[in-house]
């Protein structure tokens, strides 16, 4: 059977790097296999739903390389609904096949009851297994209760069981419980919405998935899941549980540790491949020393669950900045120009042309793409004298020879490429008599207005004559 994997968040807001990870995996799943990787929408609590969390993971999907092959807000939709708001009646239809076979029965506990009863077996876990009175009830038991406006969940039986229900967890290996352990649960709230674990078999089923890839907070639910097929009669998937993501304090990640919603990431300037890199290892890991950096399709060729540790990993922002910094200086000009213009915005950049060039040339000395609206500002800054950087310049021995002499060699001849400016510099280092720091670190400030950045050569090649001319002669007026 060819594998059929999904991704079925909430729309409650960002997509969570959590989230973004376990798509990432049935992606990966998906591709290795030759299989194909679906997009459900798990909505049935409408109080924390909203169509623009729909948009936004979406979009987050999509910018990241993930979108999927079929599914809500996508052309392919063979198996729809793909939404468990629109779905209603099959859940309800499905129901109905467990009432009529015993399986299932009418619950009219009142929330509080429901309270009491759950603080009851905490302290008397023996009677846990005790038959719910109402499952006996007759016709007459349950018109008396809805007279009295008791709107009733259906409940799946399992107090008559017994044994152990378990699977071979695809990341874990055996997982075993007791049926003792597990109470009748609902299938339909009192307003007939269903409970997550019943849309989801019904959901699973009717769209053919073979393999469930999800959190580990998904193991408790699996072993009501496996009993819902049973009952059913249906051939349950394949079940495989990654682990938590945690943040540096070892608690499970979330916006206390910092930003962890994937426009978030976007917004300040990381590039999707170094995400999927960073959170391809946080589960697959590396293998062996310097094997950290991975392109998607690298993580492809790799993911088998199997492979997937079980332990909890933690978020380093550190490593995922080392990693977008390698991605960011990996990019071709043309692309990194395009990656980073919505950081850019208002600057008079004279070329498009220009701008490749400038990138190519700060990319070096930037983690994420936002880091290069700064240098730019400065290098197409109007010419002038900063009091701190004349402050700065000033503690040299001579701090006007190396921007005199540079001028002078500069506007006699100016270099066609690298090469030429290097020489020029070496030229002017023996026209000034200043040599190494002493001559460097005031000609990029006189340039600048930075003692860091990329190498002069480079940066002279950006700037351009006039721009050179401009602001060593602004300096030399000033220091």
Not at 201 to 221: A, K, Q
Not at 287 to 312: C, I, T
Request: contains cysteine; glycine residues 10%; aromatic residues 8%.
């Amino acid at each position: 059977m060819t594998l059929r994997v999904r991704f079925a968040p909430s729309p409650s807001g960002d997509l969570h790097v959590g989230n973004a990870r376990t798509a990432l995996f049935n992606y990966l799943y998906a591709r290795h296999s030759g299989g194909t990787y679906v997009f459900r929408i798990e909505d049935s609590d409408a109080d924390r739903s909203d169509e623009d969390s729909i948009r936004a993971i979406l979009g987050s999907l999509e910018w990241l390389g993930l979108t999927p092959d079929e599914g809500e807000g996508l052309e392919r939709r063979p198996h729809p609904p793909y939404r468990q708001s629109q779905a209603l009646e099959l859940y309800q239809k499905g129901a109905q096949a467990l009432l009529d076979s015993g399986r299932a029965y009418w619950c009219f506990d009142l929330a509080e009851e429901q309270e009491a009863e759950r603080e009851r077996l905490l302290h008397a876990p023996q009677e846990r297994k005790r038959r719910h009175p109402h499952r006996d009830l007759d016709a007459a038991g349950r018109e008396r209760l809805l007279k009295e406006g008791r709107k009733p969940a259906l409940r799946f039986a399992t107090d008559d069981l017994d044994g152990e229900v378990g699977w071979d967890d695809g990341v874990r290996g055996p997982i075993r419980f007791e049926l003792s352990e597990i109470r009748d649960f609902n299938l339909l709230r009192g307003d007939g919405t269903p409970m997550y674990n019943w849309a989801c078999v019904i959901d699973d089923h009717r769209m053919g998935i073979t393999d469930v890839l999800r959190g580990e907070d998904g193991i408790s639910n699996t072993p009501r899941q496996l009993l819902l097929y049973r009952a059913l009669g249906w051939e349950a998937p394949r079940y495989s549980h990654v682990s938590f993501i945690l943040g540096p304090d070892g608690q499970k990640l979330s916006k206390r540790h910092g930003d962890t919603g994937i426009s978030k990431f976007r917004a300040k300037g990381y590039l999707p491949e170094a995400l999927l890199n960073y959170l391809g290892l946080l589960g697959l890991g590396g293998e062996g020393e310097g094997a950290e950096v991975f392109s998607l399709q690298d993580l492809v060729e790799r993911f088998e669950p199997g492979r997937l540790v079980k332990k909890a990993s933690v978020f380093d922002y550190g490593k995922l900045d080392f990693l977008n910094a390698h991605w960011l200086r990996a990019q071709e000009p043309k692309r990194l120009a395009a990656l980073a213009a919505p950081f850019l915005e208002g600057l008079a950049v004279p070329s498009p042309e220009w701008l490749e060039l400038a990138v190519e040339t700060l990319k070096g000395n930037a983690v994420v793409l936002k880091d290069l609206r700064a240098p730019l500002e400065a290098l197409l800054a109007p010419a002038g004298a900063d009091p701190a950087v004349l402050a700065a310049a000033r503690a040299f021995p001579d701090p006007k020879a190396p921007a005199q002499a540079a001028l002078d060699r500069l506007s006699a001849q100016w270099p066609a490429d690298e090469e030429g400016f290097k020489a020029a510099l070496k030229e002017a280092q023996k026209t000034g008599g200043v040599k190494g720091k002493d001559f460097f670190m005031p000609l990029r400030l006189a340039l600048t207005g930075s003692e860091h950045g990329p190498e002069l050569p480079k940066l002279l090649n950006l700037l351009g004559l006039q721009r050179v001319q401009d602001r060593l002669k602004a300096y030399l007026a000033a220091v």
